[in-house]
């Protein structure tokens, strides 16, 4: 996956940034959550991961981005590698069981170095989230 | 948004725990602000646009897209400290917001550590609404220079 100059502008508009920094020149720094824009961008392959959960039923719990050298610039090229690091249930204060999953992508650039990790915690509730 | 930087504490001496930048009061959020964001993230969920699809989920209207707040709490922390020097950026989500709601950005220092040729300071930022109740957290860790 490369970073791409014109999603990045439109990122960084998004979230009511007009820092020059994310604006100028042909390889801008993308945003700090810019990469979980890729989580929707990813091949087939990767997919498997959050299919087939009711849009309804899950909630964004925490994310995280580690970023060992400051985040990547556009015009880079990533490999993600995802996998799922844990699972865990809760019994809900509403009743019913909450399942918590945290899945974790590794971001390597061409010679292997970790670029960024995402650490993203999703919760599926055994309702429609809302109140009912 | 932008030039919080002029009054705020950035350098070593001045990011002491307990220092505050100063907090940026939002424009209310509107279903068109969430769109924007869901078409910059390719994230399409319905629950934040379409009135009937979040009816259906139990709620009264279309709810704020948590990853939107995230990232206008990003984008103080970087008006306030700048991206490079970012290395840790994390956000909790807390309450629902929604459209109509104003936020509130809050950003403290937290922690200050020295690990071998480096100076590190963790920082926390409130994203509170305005009527009441926190839609998030978040935390980062910065590398300071000066």
Redesign the interface.
Known sequence: MCIELGKVREFARAVGSSHPVHLQGVTPVSPLTFLQASAFWRSPANEALSNGRDQRRVLHASQEFVFPHGPPRAGTTLTGQQRIEKEWTKEGRRGGQLDFVLVVTDYTDEHGALVAQVRSTTVSTARPAGRS | ??GLAGRNPVTWDQLQVGAVAAPRV?EPLTITDFV??Q?????????HHDPA??R????DQP?AI???A???A??Y???WL????????????MEVAWPGDVLVYAGKVTGRREPPGERLVDVEIACARQAGGQHLTAWATVVVHS
């Not at chain 2, 078409?39 to 319905?46: E, K, L, Q």
């Not at chain 2, 700048?82 to 989500?93: A, K, L, N």
């Open positions: 948004m932008g939002d924007r964001y078409g910059a993230s390719g994230d399409m969920n319905p629950i699809f979040a259906k989920a139990g709620y709810i948590g990853m939107l995230a990232g206008r990003a984008t922390l970087t008006d700048g991206p490079q020097d970012i290395r840790v950026f994390g956000v909790r989500f």
